[in-house]
């Protein structure tokens, strides 16, 4: 079974970028979809970004399109999230997880999950 684990996150200014990594652990990370969600402070867990097992197909969270771009690189077992022009509203910690669906967009539609980085945007 798969193992996430996040690193990446911090703090930045707004307008500043960070790129979170997710490494997993074992020898099935091409047989699963990838996504990353967040969580701020008081709020419900949101979907941010997904991507297909294999190939470059995303799906991508409106309130973070055009900023924030989710790669995968299945030789490394990781998964990324490149995030620019970060606003305040963008501090969360951030999740990681897998999913066997095609680009699940959903929260109960992902099995693994990581134990998440904090990211903090300063004004």
């Known amino acids: 079974q798969v193992q996430l684990a996040e690193s990446g996150g911090g703090l930045v200014q707004a307008g500043g970028s960070l790129r979170l990594s997710c490494a997993a652990s074992?020898?099935?990370?091409?047989?699963?979809?990838m996504g990353w969600f967040r969580q701020a402070p008081g709020k419900e867990r949101e979907f941010v970004a997904a991507?297909?097992?294999?190939?470059?197909?995303?799906n991508t969270a409106d309130s973070v399109k055009g900023r924030f771009t989710i790669s995968r690189d299945n030789a490394k077992n990781s998964v990324y999230l490149q995030m620019n022009s970060l606003k305040p509203e963008d501090t969360a910690v951030y999740y990681c997880a897998a999913s066997t669906f095609f680009i699940p967009t959903m929260e109960n539609e992902y099995g693994l999950w990581g134990q998440g980085t904090q990211v903090t945007v300063s004004s």
């Open positions: 074992g020898r099935t990370f091409d047989n699963y979809a």
């Open positions: 991507i297909a097992r294999i190939g470059s197909s995303t």
